[in-house]
């Protein structure tokens, strides 16, 4: 199974076994069970949040929009960079979304509790944006120019929307950005001995030696 797969498995049963217990659009509900909320992390001390809120969603629309996203962008980014670092990024950048999340609400003043797997899957995105560039603006179906847009859209809608997260976007696509500069590696490009006759040795244009085998 892949990482991706999983990812997305584990989420929906998060999702569906807070919804069992309560209502996952409920701010309170959400906030005691691992969300994040300032005042806990800073008088509590409860830095775990920034991890189990990745794993938290508003709603079976919030669920279903991450999860869609997650399994279009994460295959690719995981074939490209293998599971092991894939899941560390995808980890990492969620991290580093609820934590710019949290110190811009810390910042303002501006308490609210917040979740979603949103940071994690704008890692992937920022991720994907660094194999795009390194592959001269096209890897697999991706461009360069595709990119571009859909993180201004992404980033249009959560500013002209209400309720989201923007500055955990934000967070997230800059660590994977970062992490994928880290993390990837460029294959050197393989040569198809399928195509190659094993059997024949060119030594200059005119001049080759045929090997047979013998009984």
């Known amino acids: 199974m892949s990482i991706t797969a999983l990812l997305i498995i584990v989420n929906v049963i998060i999702f569906f076994f807070l919804e069992i217990l309560g209502d996952t659009e409920n701010a309170v509900f ?4 691992g969300a ?23 709603g079976l629309s919030h669920l279903l929009n991450n999860m869609v996203l997650l399994g279009s ?8 960079m293998g ?11 969620g991290i580093g979304g609820s934590a710019l999340s949290f110190g811009q609400m810390v910042y303002s003043h501006d308490y609210k509790v917040a979740a979603g797997a949103s940071g994690a899957i704008f890692g992937i995105i920022g991720a994907l ?3 795009v560039i390194i592959h001269k603006g096209k890897y697999e179906t991706l461009t ?8 201004a859209l992404c980033l ?12 955990g976007h934000i967070g997230g696509l800059i660590m994977g950005f970062l992490l994928s ?5 460029r294959n050197a490009k393989k040569i198809d001995f399928a195509e190659q006759n094993l059997y024949t040795y060119t030594y200059d244009e005119n001049i080759t030696c045929e090997v047979e085998d013998e009984d």
């Open 30 to 33: 959400m906030m005691e069970y």
């Open 36 to 58: 994040i909320f300032p005042p806990y992390i800073i008088e509590r001390g409860e830095y775990w949040r920034l991890m189990t809120a990745t794993f938290m969603h508003f």
């Open 73 to 80: 962008a994460g295959q690719i980014l995981e074939r490209a």
């Open 83 to 93: 599971k092991s670092k894939f899941l560390l990024l995808y980890l990492i950048s």
């Open 129 to 131: 944006a660094w194999i």
């Open 144 to 151: 360069g120019k595709g990119l571009l847009i859909m993180i």
């Open 156 to 167: 249009y809608y959560g500013i002209t929307a209400g309720n989201v997260d923007n500055w």
């Open 181 to 185: 500069i880290i993390f990837y590696r």
